[in-house]
């Protein structure tokens, strides 16, 4: 380990306690909250320009080269470069989305979708289940667990199956989870525990079983997760040719994506790699909003790491009804991540907004059909836009990145139960759930077993 240049420090303005690298700790001892990785860049070999990265481009076929997040080493140096685990993960894609723009008036080259779907396990989490796999074999750990929606999981899973370093074992809500993000923990070979109780009950289990059991925590409470998930917004910099957008719009669940791009885009002003940072838009679900409630309502900024936790924990208190959304993935009411999700918006001057499962499902169906599709939670990414495009937060004319989380495939029921035209299907699926219209259905055709009937119909579709 670089330990000599790298630490964990508390996050706590007010306690600051630093600790080593080779301890496994997911909190401050001393005060609980979150904590950090930290570096002593002046004694760290930073490049001088982001544009210096591209020479690792010729040296593919080196695995750390290959890998989307460990190219960018020299950013998140916490472990030598010889000693990562890595499975080619970050091999994502930027891509320029002007038939979406067109729906929310947006002028053409500016709205661009970062599709981390293509990752190893189809989510975004494989490039911080890397990093937090990189700590891991160097603190020896056997057993990795995490709770999880659905993708932290199928990561774990995956890497834990592919490196042999370690078990796994996931701690996941009862159905709570997508069938696409399940079936893949299973095939894998996860130890899978399921929870009476949803996703927020899994993460409490799951922080008491790990000490008592001695098991290495993957959740993003691990600060070695966070690190790996910063690249994501050094890859957005690198197909834009290092050129800086003007907002970032992603999904918050568990906040742990969000407080990476913030934590991001804080070091690259710091070392002076960019001269601003992008506007970060965080979109909750309205089943599960805590932080638009908390960042809107209640008015609670990071101030500095001064934040008013005394108020988050008295809002946490009274929540009395469970998280409640389609978008499965960020049915999150207590995120483990807010006090670095809040550090996040102060850096990039954030807002926050909420959208409802009928903008969600919108969303996605529009996504789909201008190309690669996507999971509903990062759907909300576009939903999010569509709405501060409409509040005029957003201008025509700004640079706008959504990231795109997880792939479509990884919840095909949503989809199917917006697209069949099934009425059963519909009422059981999407109408119990509040949903009410199917604007961007792209119903089948239904047709007898009979070639003419098929020509016909084919016939009149084309007229359409
Ligand atoms: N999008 C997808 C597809 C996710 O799987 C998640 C989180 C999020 C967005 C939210 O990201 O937590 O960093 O704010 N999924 C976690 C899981 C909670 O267990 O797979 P976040």
């Given amino acids: ?29 001393h005060c609980g909250k979150l904590l950090d990785i930290q570096y002593e860049w002046d004694k760290l070999p930073v490049p001088k320009s982001l544009v210096n990265f591209e020479t690792y481009w010729s040296q593919r076929n080196n695995p750390t080269r290959l890998s989307g997040v460990w190219r960018f080493h020299e950013l998140l140096p916490f472990v030598p470069i010889e000693d990562v685990v890595t499975l080619g993960e970050g091999q994502t894609l930027l891509q320029c989305a002007d038939s979406l723009g067109q729906i929310c008036q947006h002028e053409s080259g500016k709205l661009f979708l970062q599709y981390e779907g293509f990752n190893p396990s189809g989510s975004f989490k494989d490039n911080g289940m890397t990093a937090a796999f990189s700590h891991a074999k160097y603190v020896d750990a056997k057993i990795a667990a995490c709770a999880s929606t659905g993708n932290t999981s199928a990561s774990l899973a995956m890497y834990s199956a592919v490196s042999r370093q370690m ?50 925590l993957v ?124 550090r996040a918006l102060e850096i990039c001057d954030g807002v926050v907004e909420q959208v409802t499962d009928q903008e969600i499902l919108d969303a996605k169906a529009q996504i789909g059909s201008h190309g690669m599709g996507c999971e509903p939670a990062s759907a909300a990414s576009f939903a999010g836009l569509k709405k501060l495009r409409s509040q005029q937060i957003i201008a025509p004319s700004d640079r706008v990145v959504c990231v795109l989380t997880g792939h479509q495939l990884k919840d095909p029921d949503a989809t199917v139960a917006y697209h069949s035209g099934d009425a059963e299907m519909f009422a059981k699926k999407l109408g119990a759930r509040g949903i009410e219209s199917v604007r961007h259905a792209n119903h089948p055709v239904r047709v007898a077993n009979d070639t003419d009937a098929i020509v016909d119909v084919i016939q009149k579709q084309m007229k359409e």
């Fill in 1 to 29: 380990m670089n330990s000599e240049f790298a630490y964990q420090k508390c996050l706590s303005a007010t306690c600051q306690s630093t600790f080593d690298l080779g301890q496994i700790l997911t909190q401050c001892p």
């Fill in 219 to 342: 959740n993003s409470v691990n600060p070695f997760r966070i690190e790996g998930q910063k690249t994501i917004m050094l890859r957005v910099l690198e197909a834009l040719q290092w050129q800086v957008p003007d907002w970032i719009i992603v999904p918050g669940g568990n906040l742990g994506n969000s407080s990476s791009f913030g934590k991001m885009f804080g070091e690259l002003l710091q070392l002076g790699l960019i001269d601003r940072a992008p506007r970060l838009a965080v979109i909750n679900a309205t089943g599960a909003n805590p932080l638009y409630e908390l960042y809107n309502q209640h008015e609670i900024r990071f101030d500095g790491g001064h934040y008013d936790r005394t108020r988050c924990d008295q809002y946490f208190a009274n929540l009395n009804s469970a998280a409640d959304t389609l978008a499965s993935a960020i049915e999150i009411n207590r995120p483990v991540n807010l006090a670095k999700c809040l």
């Fill in 167 to 216: 078990r796994s074992i996931i701690f996941i809500g009862s159905g709570k989870i997508a069938f696409g993000k399940l079936s893949q923990a299973l095939d894998f070979g996860a130890m899978t525990i399921q929870i009476d109780g949803d996703f927020d009950d899994a993460m409490r289990q799951v922080q008491q079983v790990c000490p008592r059991l001695g098991i290495y």
